[in-house]
């Protein structure tokens, strides 16, 4: 059973510096990996996809995979208040093109003022 | 990103009755809706996957008799909670995928169950 793993926080930066939230997984052949935002009683939203080694850049969000380790990060550069949320990060269960995705956790992000 | 349409998006209802909560893809055909549960502060939990026209593949441990599926169409997921009791209040959240569209799982807007 593949398993996605977070800290679950929470993580405290203060407004303006960069918040990095990281996550580790089981499946060495996993292919392509997902982060959701999940504000507080409300569902998550996908933020990133990823799906192979190195960095993706979107905006202020920046995702970045390292197969070898086994690890995905989420970098938020100039954090805002309105950053402050849930993250999750997710990977496909199996290989076909509508696998359930497996969630980790979450990490609770409070960005400070 | 795709859109899927979940409601009602609050409910309240007495224990012992059922509640149905619609789960519609606007904008792709959705072959494959999970449906999820999410208690304060935790994670989502996988309660089922629906294919269209088939039987719901629940995960162990989600009794099948109280929590009812149907995807009777590639647009149309439903779930009904029959015999509502206060511990089943939660919030629960659909999401849809399609064949050939990646892997990627887009949610609706989740509904907030409390049985009184």
């Known amino acids: 059973q593949k398993e996605v793993e977070q800290n679950s926080g929470p993580l405290s930066v203060p407004e303006g510096a960069i918040a990095s939230l990281n996550c580790t997984y089981s499946d060495r052949v996993s292919q392509s990996f997902f982060w959701y935002r999940q504000y507080s009683g409300k569902s998550p939203e996908l933020i990133m996809s990823?799906?192979?080694?190195g960095d993706k850049e979107d905006g202020r969000f920046t995702a970045q995979l390292n197969k070898a380790s086994q690890y995905v990060s989420l970098l938020i550069r100039d954090s805002q208040p309105s950053d402050s949320a849930t993250y999750l990060c997710?990977?496909?269960?199996?290989?076909?093109?509508?696998?359930?995705?497996?969630f980790g956790s979450g990490t609770r992000l409070s960005i400070r003022p | 990103g795709a859109v899927v349409s979940q409601h009602p998006s609050r409910v309240i209802c007495k224990s012992g009755t059922s509640v149905k909560i619609e789960c519609r893809s606007l904008d792709f055909q959705a072959t494959t809706m999970f449906w999820y549960r999410q208690f304060p502060k935790q994670s989502l939990m996988l309660m089922a996957t629906?294919?269209?026209?088939?039987?719901?593949t629940y995960e162990q441990g989600v009794e099948k008799d109280k929590f009812l599926i149907n995807h009777a169409s590639l647009t149309l997921s439903t779930l009904t909670v029959t015999s509502a009791h206060p511990e089943d209040s939660s919030f629960y959240i659909c999401s849809g995928q399609s064949w050939g569209a990646g892997t990627e799982a887009f949610f609706g807007q989740g509904t907030r169950l409390t049985v009184v």
């Open positions: 990823i799906y192979s080694n």
């Open positions: 997710a990977a496909p269960g199996s290989y076909s093109s509508a696998s359930k995705i497996i």
């Open positions: 629906s294919n269209e026209g088939s039987k719901a």
